[in-house]
């Protein structure tokens, strides 16, 4: 087996080349949105101040998604993505105060990834070129990295409480940041190391050896399953010795999901927080 993913051909890019890139009106609204997802933080009641790094990270990508470079893009979509799942688990788990401020976040980086699109996904990069499966690996680069980003915050909030409970999420999220590294460039250890990740992160959540809120133990297993399943066409058609072009029934597929989930996302917390339901437990 090969220890480095072929370079790109654009006849296996399975990219959509046909998608309009957003306006620049629609990339400043973007922006405004992270800014304002960035600023909800600071509602809070005294606030801890491992919130600095979700809050941040939204004013850095405010600024990511002009660049033309696609790591740019890749990293803002994380963030986004992180901070929408963020807000959606405070808005369904929690109550008064905490759950609107839950709702602004979801609904500011949910807003900010309906305005965005797919625009600079499809950037050509020097280090990041496969052959195939392009939007597939994109994808579980995008989950990953928003993965890492709830690691560790999590871990940033436990060093104040339990410094001991903190040391394994923290671990993960080095863990997850070297494979990280390996599948950018293209690297086989790079995707063998996140297929593995994700099956350690799955099983320390679930075991409670990551001590994080219930719905956040949900949500790693969940995200941990769609990163086995992504790459899976990848490593058949690495063993195989050839890569094959995804169906367009499925590209297409991939193009719904991702805005339905987030409508949904987004939907939900409005209604949690309109009629103060808490739909998600705590514990």
């Known amino acids: 087996m090969p220890s480095a993913l072929p ?113 600079g996904l499809r950037a050509q990069s020097d280090t990041f070129a496969p052959v ?54 293209l690297r086989l250890w790079g995707l063998l190391l996140n297929l593995g990740a994700n099956l350690l992160i799955a099983a320390l959540a679930l075991t409670r050896v990551l001590d994080v809120p219930t719905p956040l133990v949900y949500a790693l297993c969940s995200t941990a399953v769609i990163q086995l399943l992504l790459p899976t066409p990848l490593v058949v058609a690495m063993i195989r010795g050839g890569a094959h072009e995804p169906s367009t029934a499925l590209q297409r597929a991939r193009a719904v999901v991702a805005p339905a989930l987030i409508t949904v996302m987004m939907a939900l917390v409005v209604y949690a927080a309109s009629f103060d339901v808490q739909l998600i437990p705590m514990h």
């Open 132 to 185: 195939a499966y392009r939007s597939a690996l994109v994808l579980t680069i995008v989950m990953a990295l928003a993965d890492t980003q709830s690691l560790a915050l999590f871990g940033a909030l436990q060093l104040d409480r339990n410094p001991a409970d903190a040391a394994p999420l923290l671990a993960c999220a080095a863990l997850m940041a070297t494979a990280l590294v390996g599948l950018y460039r």
């Open 7 to 119: 370079p790109s051909t654009s006849a296996l890019d399975d990219s959509s080349p046909t998608q309009r890139a957003p306006s620049n009106a629609r990339l400043v609204l973007a922006a405004f949105a992270c800014l304002a997802g960035a600023a909800s933080f600071a509602c809070f009641s005294s606030p801890p101040v491992a919130l600095l790094l979700p809050a941040g990270l939204l004013v850095a990508s405010a600024g990511l998604i002009f660049r033309g470079e696609l790591a740019s893009h890749v990293f803002a979509r994380a963030v986004l993505w992180s901070n929408l799942l963020l807000g959606f688990l405070i808005g369904l788990s929690g109550h008064g105060e905490e759950q609107l401020v839950g709702a602004a976040i979801a609904l500011c980086t949910g807003a900010a990834l309906h305005l965005v699109g797919a625009a």
